[in-house]
């Protein structure tokens, strides 16, 4: 795959990533500049505030100066403020990670296949994003960038209107002081409001460019994504005709998937959303969430599970290999059914690394 930025692709659709701050390798993996350390030296995380002490204040300006310099440990016990001092020795471990494996991918990988992860969320998922940024780069489809972002921000799931609807956790909790989507999703059920008369839009083909050339936070993931398989239309004589909806944002987060096994696994796969699972010879899933494995494990062991545990599932998808010879002989052949959930909140957190951990490969 071509990770070479083209002049006419929004590739920094996400500067405060960072992805314009990587150096692509011989594999198409990415190298961290000092550009890239500083930027998260300017996190709120890291960057110096106005009560910040003098420690901390030399620290950080030694860092800006020298982001790869090392760090003694009676530095960070000289800092008046230890929550800032445990956020410097998280940044240095990823600091050390990456170092050590020459690349985000490659510190990735580490993490992933010790089952260790060391750092907070908000640090994987902002590795997570620029891998993603890095892979879409040629990317133009609006709705493909934003299904990317389900592997790195949590989102809220509400039905509206017959459309199964997410948008970006903390934007809309920000946003609604009465409990987030959920809430607004009651609020415009029950009062009659559309999502024209809302700063929120479902990203359409219509709106596309404005998602894309959107470089305010709050702006851009005030889109919302729609997961609807399929669509009713009403027809004469009570007649209701279920169409497929073609630009299901299930389908685009699927090509994510896709890019993402073969950019980390180097695996060839096709990924493509399903309503059910109508396969005998189903022997393997794989939850992309903490609520979707659970389910899938129950349906799998011909459990029956209550209709509130039931619409949790937001959608199954199937996967197949391009080349058997990867698979366990067992499964050659055969498909792995993916499953994607929400909580009982409504709250959709993917984990990208379950995709990478899990799959029955040979070797």
Known sequence: ??????????????????????????????????????????????APVDDSCAAERQLHARLLGGPGRPVAATELEALADQDVAENYRHFLRLRQAVSSAGTLEGAYLGWVRSRQFDLPPLFMDLVVQAIVARLLADEEDAQVWRASELLFRTQRVTVFEGRVLCGDQQSLDQAQQHGGFGELGRLLREGGVTLADTQLQVLTTENAARYLSDRSH?????????????????????????????????????????????HLLGLAVSIRPE??????????HIGLDVQASALLDALYQGQSLPDESLRR???LFRLDFGDPSVVQVDMRGRS?????????EGRLRLKPQNLLLNLPLSA
């Open 218 to 262: 709050d702006g851009r993931h005030r889109h919302l994504l729609d997961l609807t398989h399929g669509l009713s239309q009403t027809l004469s004589h009570g007649l209701v005709l279920q169409l497929d909806n073609a630009r299901s944002g299930l389908r685009s987060l699927a090509r994510v998937l896709e890019l993402w096994l073969r």
């Open 1 to 46: 795959m071509n990770t070479t930025p083209t002049n006419n692709t929004p590739v920094a659709i996400w500067p405060g990533c960072g992805q314009h701050l990587l150096r692509p390798d011989e594999r198409g993996w990415h190298r961290p500049t000092d550009g890239y350390w500083r930027l998260w030296l300017s996190r709120p995380e890291l």
């Open 275 to 284: 309503a059910r699972v109508d396969d005998p010879a189903w022997r393997w």
């Open 336 to 344: 792995v059914y993916l499953g994607l959930a929400m909580d009982g």
């Open 313 to 315: 599932l937001i959608s």
